[in-house]
C-alpha cells in the first residue's frame, strides 16, 4: 500500500516556476516506479514525467527542457521542478506510484499559470 500526497502548486505568472513535491507512505516505496500527470479541464490526463527506481526518466514532449523530475529515496518523495511556466501548462497534477499490478494516485495540486 501506497499513499501520496501532493503538494507545491499555486498561481504563479508566465515564466515563473513552481517545484511540486509528491509525499509517499508505505511500504517499499524505493521499488516503485513514480510519476507526474496533469489533467487540465476538458481535457484526458496526460503523462508529464516519469522516473524509474533507477532513476531513468522520460517526459512528454511539451514539457521537456522546462521541467525536471527527481526522487529522494530517503525522503519518500518525488519533486516535479518546473520552470519556464507557460498558461498551457495550467492543470491539476497527480502524482502516481506503480509497481505492477497495483497502481496508487494522488488526490492532485493545482497549478495555476496567468498570462
Known amino acids: 500500500q501506497v499513499q501520496l500526497v501532493e503538494s507545491g502548486g499555486g498561481l504563479v505568472q508566465a515564466g515563473g516556476s513552481l517545484r511540486l513535491s509528491c509525499a509517499a507512505s508505505?511500504?517499499?516505496?524505493?521499488?516503485?516506479?513514480m510519476g507526474w500527470f496533469r489533467q487540465a479541464p476538458g481535457k484526458e490526463r496526460e503523462l508529464v514525467a516519469g522516473?524509474?527506481?533507477?532513476?531513468?526518466?522520460n517526459y512528454a514532449d511539451s514539457v521537456k527542457g522546462r521541467f525536471t523530475i527527481s526522487r529522494v529515496n530517503a525522503k519518500n518523495t518525488v519533486y516535479l521542478q518546473m520552470n519556464s511556466l507557460k498558461a498551457d501548462d495550467t492543470a491539476v497534477y497527480y502524482c502516481?506510484?506503480?509497481?505492477?499490478?497495483?497502481?496508487?494516485w494522488g488526490q492532485g495540486t493545482q497549478v495555476t499559470v496567468s498570462s
Open positions: 502516481k506510484a506503480e509497481r505492477l499490478p497495483r497502481t496508487y
Open positions: 508505505g511500504r517499499a516505496f524505493s521499488s516503485y516506479i
Open positions: 522516473i524509474t527506481s533507477g532513476g531513468s526518466t
